[in-house]
C-alpha cells in the first residue's frame, strides 16, 4: 500500500491542477490545429491511467472510466459558464478517448506484469527443486 502513496497523491494533485486550470478564465489553450486535443487527450489518460495501474478489477476500470469521462463532461458544461471559454464536443471526444485509450493500456501493462511475475515464481521454484 505504501508503493501506491505517492502515485496516488501525485494523480490528485494533477486532476485538481487539470480541473482548476480548464476552469480557469484566465487560461484557454490554443484552438490552432486543434492542439489543445491533443491536451485533452494526454491530460484525460494521465488522470485514468494512474488508478488504473493499482485497481485492476474490472468493476473498479469501469467506474475508472465512467468516473473520469464524467469528470470531463462536467468541466466541459461548467466551462460554458464561463467568461472567454466554452465547452466542447470535440473536446469531450478527445477526453472520453483519453480515459478509454489509459485504461485499456493499463489492462494490458498489468496482464503482462502479472504473468512476468507469475513466469519468474515459476521459474524460481523449478531451480531450487
Partial sequence: MKAKIPFLIFWLVFTILITSISLSASFAPPA?????KLGH???N???????ALFYRKI???YFIIVGTISLGI???VMQTNIVGREGSIGDVIANSLGVVSAVLVAY???K???SNKKNNKN???SKTL
Fill in 45 to 51: 489518460f494521465i488522470i485514468a491511467f494512474v488508478p
Fill in 32 to 36: 490552432k490545429f486543434n492542439i489543445d
Fill in 74 to 76: 462536467f468541466v466541459e
Fill in 112 to 114: 503482462i506484469r502479472d
Fill in 108 to 110: 494490458k501493462f498489468n
Fill in 41 to 43: 487527450f494526454g491530460a
Fill in 59 to 61: 468493476s473498479a476500470l
Fill in 123 to 125: 521459474t524460481k521454484h
